[in-house]
Nanobody, 120 residues
């Protein structure tokens, strides 16, 4: 069973920065894509950043220019650097790994989630 372990969340003031980390129990190069999602209370889970094995990166407009996703293959870790944080960034952040299965549907693995709270 693949495990994703997140760390780095917490409480920060508006305008501050945090870096989230997600370490996988399986070689990170196994996965087609690594991603970060977030879910605020009463809202649907939304995609925050995606990084594929061929280094295609995508962000929604809400975080573009403020958030940066990166990967350290040697450490089997993906990062989310979050700068210029806003109160509306407050949410539980989830790490996601997508594994392509030839001849079958892809598999998605999730971390347990980590709280990020931005105070105004």
């Amino acid at each position: 069973q693949v495990q994703l372990v997140e760390s780095g969340g917490g409480l920060v003031q508006s305008g501050g920065s945090l870096r989230l980390s997600c370490t996988t129990s399986k070689s990170i190069i196994t996965f087609y894509a690594m991603a970060w999602y977030r879910q605020a209370p009463g809202k649907q889970r939304e995609l925050v950043a995606t990084l594929t094995t061929d280094d295609i990166i995508d962000y929604p407009n809400s975080v573009k220019g403020r958030f940066t996703i990166s990967r350290d293959n040697a450490k089997n870790t993906v990062y989310l650097q979050m700068n210029s944080l806003k109160p509306e960034d407050t949410a539980v952040y989830y790490c996601n790994a997508e594994e392509i299965i030839f001849g079958g549907p892809s598999r998605n693995y999730w971390g347990q989630g980590i709280q990020v709270t931005v105070s105004s």
